[in-house]
C-alpha cells in the first residue's frame, strides 16, 4: 500500500484558507491612464483625475469639471513547478476586462473637490488540470494507473470608491484629503484528488479521493488619505499618507474530502469528512507611505516614486489550526518613469517599477499558504488628442520568480487521519513564477 499512497501527491492548493484576490500583493493592476504610463510614478505628476487616487493635492492644479475613463485587457498566470507527484508542474491563468477608473472635479475658489471609481482587481480563472502516471508492480503491491487532477474556478474582485478635497495654499503647494472605500469580494470553487487503478490479479481495484473546498469572502474598508504637493519651476514634490482599516468581514468556506482509499487502507468505514470554517475577525492591513519626485525641461518629464507598507503581526497567532488571518511583511516597491516628446500633440511614455510580495513564510504554522513571488513591470504608452481630447494607448508586463508553500494539504491528511501526501525535506515549499500583461486605453473628456 506504500506504492499507493506514494502516488496520491494531487493539487497542492485545496484549502488556501485566506484568498483575497491576489492578496500577496499590493500593485495587481496600475490606476489609470498617464500613471501607468509612468509606471505608477504619479505622486509628484498627478495632472489628470487619476491624482485623486494617487495624490488628491494634484487636483489644485487642474482647472474645470473633468472626466476620465481607463479601460484594460489583463492577463494573467502563476506556474508551480513540480506539483505532480511525477514532476509536473501547475499553471494558473486569468483573463478579464476591466473598467480601470472613472473621475470627476470641479473648483470653487481656492478649493477642488471630485469623486472616482476605480477597480485595483480583478480576474476570472477556469482551470482544469490532470496529470497522470504508472506505478510499476511491486513484491508487495500490484501495478497501479494514476491520475491527479486539479479543479480551480476563482473569481475575485476589488472595487474602490473615493471622494477627494484639494487645497491651493499658494501657487506653489497644495494639500489634499481622501475618504476612500473599498470592496472586495472573492469566490473560489476548488477541488483536487486521485483516481487510481489497482491491476490486482482478481480484478481491477478503483478507488482514490477528492478534496473539495467552495470559499466565499466579502470583505469591506475604509482608508482616509491625507497628501501634499510642491510645484515650483522644473521640480515638483508629492507625498502621500494612507491608514486603511477593515469595517467588516465575511469569510465561510465549506470543505468535502470523500476518500474511499481510507477503507482500502485501514478498512475504516468512514470515507466522508466535513468541515466548514467561517470567520468575522478583520484582517489588519498596512499603513501606505507614498513619496516622488519629478522633473520637467523641454517636454521631457522624469518621475520616481517609493511606496512603503508597514509590517502587520497578528496578535493571537495560533500555529494548530488553519490560519484565517496574515502576517505582512514590511514593503517597499520603487517606480521610475519618463515622458519623452515626439511634437506638440504626442508623447511617448517608459516606466519601471516593482510589485514585491507581502508574505511571510513561516515553517513552524503546519497549515499555512503562502505566497512569495517578487515582481517587476515595465510599461510602454502613446500619448495624443483627438478633437483636443487626451489619449493615451498602451500596456504594461510583469513577471517575477519566487517561492510557494502549499502546507495547507497537510490539513486534508489532519481531517481525514491519513498520510495521503508525501512528506519532504523543502517544508512544502517549491518554486513558482508569475507573468502579466496588460493592455488599456485612456481618455480624458
Same mark, same amino acid.
Not at 162 to 167: P, Q
Not at 198 to 205: E, K, T
Not at 423 to 438: H, L, Q
Given at each position: 500500500?506504500?506504492?499507493?499512497?506514494?502516488?496520491?501527491?494531487?493539487? &497542492?492548493?485545496?484549502?488556501?484558507?485566506?484568498?483575497? *484576490?491576489?492578496?500577496?500583493?499590493?500593485?495587481?493592476?496600475?490606476?489609470?491612464?498617464?500613471?501607468?504610463?509612468?509606471?505608477?510614478? %504619479?505622486?509628484?505628476?498627478?495632472? /489628470?483625475?487619476?491624482?485623486?487616487?494617487?495624490?488628491?493635492?494634484?487636483?489644485?492644479?487642474?482647472?474645470?469639471?473633468?472626466?476620465?475613463?481607463?479601460?484594460?485587457?489583463?492577463?494573467?498566470?502563476?506556474?508551480?513547478?513540480?506539483?505532480?507527484?511525477?514532476?509536473?508542474?501547475?499553471?494558473?491563468?486569468? %483573463?478579464?476586462?476591466?473598467?480601470?477608473?472613472?473621475?470627476?472635479?470641479?473648483?470653487?475658489?481656492?478649493?477642488? @473637490?471630485?469623486? +472616482?471609481?476605480?477597480?485595483? /482587481?480583478?480576474? $476570472?480563472?477556469?482551470?482544469?488540470?490532470?496529470?497522470?502516471?504508472?506505478?510499476?508492480? !511491486?513484491?508487495?503491491?500490484?501495478?497501479? $494507473?494514476?491520475?491527479?487532477?486539479?479543479?480551480?474556478?476563482?473569481?475575485?474582485?476589488? +472595487?474602490?470608491?473615493?471622494?477627494?478635497?484639494?487645497?491651493?495654499?499658494?501657487?506653489?503647494?497644495?494639500?489634499?484629503?481622501?475618504?476612500?472605500?473599498?470592496?472586495?469580494?472573492?469566490?473560489?470553487?476548488?477541488?483536487?484528488?486521485?483516481?487510481?487503478?489497482?491491476?490486482?490479479?482478481?480484478?481491477?481495484?478503483?478507488?482514490?479521493?477528492? *478534496?473539495?473546498?467552495? @470559499?466565499?469572502?466579502?470583505?469591506?474598508?475604509?482608508?482616509?488619505?491625507?497628501?501634499?504637493?510642491?510645484?515650483?519651476? *522644473?521640480?515638483?514634490?508629492?507625498?502621500?499618507?494612507?491608514? !486603511?482599516?477593515?469595517?467588516?468581514?465575511? +469569510?465561510?468556506?465549506?470543505?468535502?474530502?470523500?476518500?474511499?482509499?481510507?477503507?482500502?487502507?485501514?478498512?475504516?468505514?468512514?470515507?466522508?469528512?466535513?468541515?466548514?470554517?467561517?470567520?468575522?475577525?478583520?484582517?489588519? $492591513?498596512?499603513?501606505?507611505?507614498?513619496?516622488?519626485?519629478?522633473?520637467? *525641461?523641454?517636454?521631457?518629464?522624469?518621475?520616481?516614486?517609493?511606496?512603503?507598507?508597514?509590517?502587520?503581526?497578528?496578535?493571537?497567532?495560533?500555529?494548530?489550526?488553519?490560519? &484565517?488571518?496574515?502576517?505582512?511583511?514590511?514593503?517597499?516597491?520603487?517606480?521610475?518613469?519618463?515622458?519623452?516628446?515626439?511634437?506638440?500633440?504626442?508623447?511617448?511614455?517608459?516606466?519601471?517599477?516593482?510589485?514585491?510580495?507581502?508574505?511571510?513564510?513561516?515553517?513552524? $504554522?503546519?497549515?499555512?499558504?503562502?505566497?512569495?513571488?517578487?515582481?517587476?513591470?515595465?510599461?510602454?504608452?502613446?500619448?495624443?488628442?483627438?478633437?483636443?481630447?487626451?489619449?493615451?494607448?498602451?500596456?504594461?508586463?510583469?513577471?517575477?520568480?519566487?517561492?510557494?508553500? +502549499?502546507?495547507?494539504?497537510?490539513?486534508?491528511?489532519?481531517?481525514?487521519?491519513?498520510?495521503?501526501?508525501?512528506?519532504?525535506?523543502? %517544508?512544502?515549499?517549491?518554486?513558482?513564477?508569475?507573468?502579466?500583461?496588460?493592455?488599456?486605453?485612456?481618455?480624458?473628456?
Amino acid at each position: 500500500m506504500s506504492r499507493l499512497k506514494a502516488g496520491l501527491l494531487s493539487c &497542492l492548493f485545496i484549502l488556501s484558507p485566506n484568498v483575497l *484576490a491576489d492578496q500577496y500583493h499590493y500593485g495587481n493592476l496600475l490606476v489609470g491612464g498617464r500613471a501607468i504610463g509612468y509606471g505608477g510614478a %504619479f505622486i509628484a505628476v498627478a495632472d /489628470d483625475q487619476s491624482a485623486m487616487y494617487y495624490n488628491p493635492a494634484g487636483l489644485s492644479f487642474q482647472s474645470g469639471a473633468k472626466s476620465a475613463s481607463v479601460n484594460t485587457m489583463a492577463f494573467e498566470r502563476t506556474r508551480f513547478e513540480q506539483v505532480y507527484s511525477n514532476g509536473d508542474d501547475f499553471e494558473r491563468s486569468s %483573463f478579464a476586462v476591466v473598467p480601470g477608473f472613472l473621475g470627476i472635479s470641479t473648483e470653487f475658489d481656492n478649493w477642488h @473637490i471630485g469623486s +472616482y471609481f476605480t477597480v485595483t /482587481d480583478f480576474s $476570472q480563472e477556469r482551470v482544469d488540470s490532470a496529470s497522470s502516471y504508472s506505478l510499476p508492480a !511491486t513484491t508487495i503491491s500490484a501495478p497501479q $494507473q494514476v491520475t491527479e487532477s486539479v479543479v480551480y474556478d476563482f473569481d475575485n474582485a476589488a +472595487y474602490r470608491l473615493g471622494g477627494v478635497a484639494a487645497y491651493k495654499v499658494n501657487e506653489h503647494f497644495s494639500l489634499g484629503f481622501a475618504l476612500n472605500l473599498q470592496y472586495t469580494e472573492t469566490v473560489l470553487n476548488q477541488s483536487s484528488g486521485a483516481s487510481v487503478v489497482i491491476n490486482a490479479l482478481d480484478g481491477d481495484i478503483f478507488t482514490g479521493f477528492d *478534496a473539495r473546498r467552495r @470559499i466565499t469572502e466579502k470583505q469591506f474598508f475604509i482608508a482616509p488619505q491625507v497628501s501634499m504637493l510642491y510645484r515650483a519651476d *522644473a521640480w515638483r514634490f508629492g507625498a502621500s499618507f494612507t491608514s !486603511t482599516a477593515s469595517l467588516n468581514r465575511n +469569510y465561510r468556506s465549506n470543505n468535502v474530502i470523500v476518500a474511499p482509499l481510507v477503507t482500502l487502507l485501514t478498512g475504516s468505514l468512514n470515507t466522508t469528512f466535513r468541515d466548514t470554517v467561517n470567520t468575522d475577525q478583520d484582517q489588519k $492591513q498596512p499603513l501606505k507611505f507614498s513619496v516622488g519626485s519629478a522633473y520637467e *525641461a523641454n517636454g521631457w518629464l522624469v518621475t520616481g516614486q517609493i511606496n512603503y507598507f508597514t509590517k502587520v503581526d497578528l496578535n493571537n497567532k495560533n500555529s494548530t489550526e488553519v490560519p &484565517l488571518n496574515r502576517e505582512l511583511k514590511q514593503v517597499t516597491n520603487y517606480a521610475l518613469g519618463i515622458k519623452i516628446p515626439i511634437n506638440n500633440d504626442a508623447s511617448v511614455k517608459l516606466g519601471i517599477f516593482t510589485d514585491n510580495s507581502n508574505s511571510l513564510i513561516d515553517l513552524s $504554522q503546519p497549515f499555512q499558504r503562502e505566497e512569495a513571488i517578487d515582481t517587476t513591470g515595465l510599461s510602454i504608452a502613446y500619448e495624443t488628442h483627438i478633437k483636443s481630447y487626451p489619449l493615451t494607448l498602451g500596456f504594461y508586463v510583469k513577471k517575477g520568480d519566487g517561492k510557494v508553500r +502549499y502546507a495547507d494539504v497537510r490539513y486534508v491528511e489532519a481531517v481525514t487521519g491519513l498520510s495521503l501526501y508525501p512528506e519532504n525535506d523543502t %517544508f512544502d515549499v517549491k518554486p513558482a513564477s508569475k507573468r502579466s500583461f496588460v493592455l488599456f486605453a485612456s481618455m480624458d473628456f
